[in-house]
């Protein structure tokens, strides 16, 4: 009785696939979205596009499709694996961008935009000297909280 069953899908199946070929045979026929699709996806080959257009149509039916490959739990762990680690550098950065700062490099950054300030060409003498004299005032104020040249 089991094998009356298998060849009753089997003959089900066998016939999708010959309804399926006779639609893409028939332009008229043949679902044109799909036919597109397919037709892109072969790049061109009418061959292939009709071949995929037959296994769309077969497993749009509930058809079996015999050389469909499952997908392997490899794939499937390596994209959690990955999706996994991408989380957690994404997390690593949010909490260390949360970390409280001793303020040093916010001085270098100060001081360095200070300077190329100061090397300005559009500022006249009298305000570079003045900018000259803040940047060094913040180079000092640098080196005696931290200890050392910015």
């Known amino acids: 009785m089991a094998n009356n069953v298998q060849e009753k899908e089997m003959g089900n199946s066998?016939?999708?696939?010959?309804?399926a070929e006779r639609?893409?045979?028939?332009a008229n026929a043949r679902?044109?979205?799909?036919?597109?699709?397919?037709?892109a996806q072969a790049e061109g080959d009418?061959?292939?596009?009709?071949?995929?257009?037959?296994?769309?149509?077969v497993r749009q039916q509930g058809?079996?499709?015999?050389?469909?490959?499952?997908?392997?739990?490899?794939?499937?762990?390596?994209?959690?694996?990955?999706?996994?680690?991408?989380?957690?550098?994404?997390?690593?950065?949010?909490?260390a961008s949360r970390l409280p700062s001793d303020g040093q490099s916010?001085?270098?950054a100060a001081i360095d935009l200070c300077w190329r300030d100061h090397k300005n060409p559009a500022l006249d003498e009298q305000t570079k000297q003045f900018v000259a004299q803040t940047c060094n005032g913040l180079t000092e104020q640098h080196r005696a909280k931290?200890?050392?040249a910015p």
Do not use: H, Q
Request: proline letters at 1%; charged letters at 25%.
């Open 146 to 148: 931290f200890g050392s």
């Open 31 to 39: 679902n044109k979205g799909l036919w597109a699709r397919c037709f």
């Open 46 to 57: 009418e061959a292939k596009a009709k071949a995929l257009y037959m296994t769309e149509r």
């Open 63 to 95: 058809g079996a499709i015999a050389n469909a490959k499952p997908k392997s739990k490899a794939i499937a762990w390596l994209k959690y694996g990955v999706a996994s680690l991408a989380l957690l550098v994404a997390l690593f950065f949010i909490v």
């Open 106 to 108: 916010e001085s270098r």
């Open 23 to 26: 639609e893409a045979d028939d």
């Open 14 to 19: 066998d016939a999708l696939w010959l309804n």
